[in-house]
Nanobody, 117 residues
Framework: QVQLVESGGGLVQAGGSLRLSCAAS??????MGWYRQAPGKQREFVAS???????NYEDSVKGRFTISRDNAQNTIYLQMNSLKPEDTAVYYC?????????????WGQGTLVTVSS
């Protein structure tokens, strides 16, 4: 059973930076990514990265956030710069991997990012 563990959240002032990490307990064969859920809102996509390194970003974070991946360590990172109060949310790691003949999706427990104005 693959598990995802996030770390790196915290409180930061607007304009500051944080780096989130997500470590998987096993090899992830497909894409990994980050989603976030602000209070009272639905969970939304933030960024994703394939095993080969292709990336995709939600428009509001382009140019500010960078997703990266270390396949040897089964870990992804989200470098968040120029943070805004509207980035405040619980950030969840997501992974899709092949187990046997089935693709399964896994979620981490979430890490809280709070950006003060």
């Amino acid at each position: 059973q693959v598990q995802l563990v996030e770390s790196g959240g915290g409180l930061v002032q607007a304009g500051g930076s944080l780096r989130l990490s997500c470590a998987a307990s096993g090899t992830i064969s497909n894409a990994m990514g980050w989603y976030r859920q602000a209070p009272g809102k639905q969970r939304e996509f933030v960024a994703s990265i394939t095993r080969g390194g292709s990336t995709n970003y939600e428009d509001s974070v382009k140019g500010r956030f960078t997703i990266s991946r270390d396949n040897a360590q089964n870990t992804i990172y989200l470098q968040m710069n120029s943070l805004k109060p509207e980035d405040t949310a619980v950030y969840y790691c997501n992974a899709v991997t092949l187990i046997g003949v089935n693709y399964v999706e896994r979620w981490g427990q979430g890490t809280l990012v709070t950006v003060s104005s």
